[in-house]
């Protein structure tokens, strides 16, 4: 039995299904959860919620949102024990990366980042794969569902977000996927998407990024100061990424209770998700891609340093700093 057809037989016996993004999901993360609710509806399922935690900061995000008219409930009203059946999409793990407590057990995961087994009903986790719609793409072409415009164009929208915008070593099944979408997909909704504006809250953040960098070798760290907007980390470490001469890029944050980690590189020989492991994996839950990668580190064990928010990243800041360039073994003469 092929994974589309397991993924049906286990949607067959469902009612109801609440689907869970990931915490502050991503495009990759919305246009999966909306590929699982067309498959899921298509099957028989009568009742299906899309949901998520954190927020929604980053521009683009918002306008895929509100262009593809997505309909999303925030987890905190959520009744998730009302629901047969529960979905993870580009996530896996229970407490991690998601507000959900770690003692939920999902009944369907897909997935293409690395992590353990949650020994779900249905799980489907490659991380050979560049992006969690390529996966989906695979199911609605083997099933058979109808790829609407609407589907088209987030599918579509995910992928060159995830892999082809950034050439952040997409696989040839990313290149693939793109192709089985693109004759359906909306082109002038997706020249809009690439076109929405800057919030000033992104921008202040990219800003203090850019002044406050800090770089040994071919290895810069910077601080975003404190923000509202969580997405704009990954959005400052992409542009930090274009200096001539960088190839690796931490960017931090206190972003409400907790201190947000954002790390990119193009180095072959780094492998970033590795390296925030080495770095922070005793202080927080981190990790990450051969080339993209993030984590979150609780507020309180730097809290007591002060409660003043320039006192705190000063000292936080320059303790993520040295862990950072240490794990990649720079010393302060590199």
């Known amino acids: 039995m092929s994974r589309a057809a397991e993924l049906v037989s286990v949607l067959e016996t469902t009612a109801s299904l609440a689907i869970v993004c990931h915490d502050n999901p991503d495009p990759d993360c919305l246009a999966s959860a909306l590929a699982l609710e067309a498959i899921a509806t298509d099957h028989g399922v009568e009742d299906v919620t899309i949901t998520y935690g954190g927020e929604i900061s980053h521009q683009q995000n918002r306008a895929f949102i509100n262009m593809l008219d997505i309909s999303l409930e925030p987890l905190e009203t959520t009744t998730i024990e009302d629901y047969d059946c529960l979905g993870f999409v580009d996530h896996s793990q229970p407490g991690q990366n998601t507000e959900l407590s770690a003692d939920v057990?999902?009944?369907?995961?897909?997935?293409?980042?690395?992590?353990?087994?949650?020994?779900?009903?249905?799980?489907?986790?490659?991380?050979?794969?560049?992006?969690?719609?390529?996966?989906?793409?695979?199911?609605?072409?083997?099933?058979?569902?109808e790829l609407t415009v609407r589907l088209a164009s987030a599918l579509l929208f995910a992928l060159h977000r995830e892999r082809l915008d950034f050439v952040r070593e997409p696989t040839r099944l990313e290149y693939e996927a793109a192709l089985t979408v693109y004759p359906d997909a909306d082109l002038e909704t997706l020249e809009q998407l690439y076109g929405s504006a800057f919030s000033p809250g992104t921008l202040d953040a990219i800003g203090r990024a850019i002044a406050t960098r800090e770089r040994r070798g071919s290895s810069l760290v910077a601080s975003a100061g404190k923000t509202g907007e969580s997405d704009a980390l990954p959005q400052a470490a992409d542009y930090l990424l274009n200096l001539e001469g960088v190839d690796t890029v931490l960017v931090y944050g206190i972003v409400g209770d907790a201190i947000r980690l954002s790390a990119?590189?193009?180095?072959?020989?780094?492998?970033?998700?590795?390296?925030?492991?080495?770095?922070?994996?005793?202080?927080?839950?981190?990790?990450?891609?051969?080339?993209?990668?993030?984590?979150?580190?609780?507020?309180?064990?730097?809290?007591?340093?002060?409660?003043?928010?320039?006192?705190?990243?000063?000292?936080?800041?320059?303790?993520l700093t040295r862990r950072f360039f240490d794990a990649l073994n720079l010393d302060d003469d590199h």
């Open 105 to 145: 057990t999902p009944e369907i995961v897909v997935d293409h980042h690395p992590g353990e087994t949650v020994d779900a009903t249905f799980e489907d986790v490659r991380t050979r794969i560049g992006a969690t719609a390529t996966i989906f793409i695979e199911y609605l072409r083997e099933l058979e569902t």
């Open 264 to 319: 990119r590189s193009i180095d072959p020989r780094v492998h970033i998700g590795e390296t925030l492991q080495t770095a922070f994996g005793e202080l927080g839950a981190v990790g990450g891609h051969h080339d993209m990668a993030g984590g979150r580190i609780e507020l309180g064990l730097f809290a007591d340093e002060g409660d003043d928010t320039d006192e705190l990243l000063e000292f936080a800041g320059g303790r």
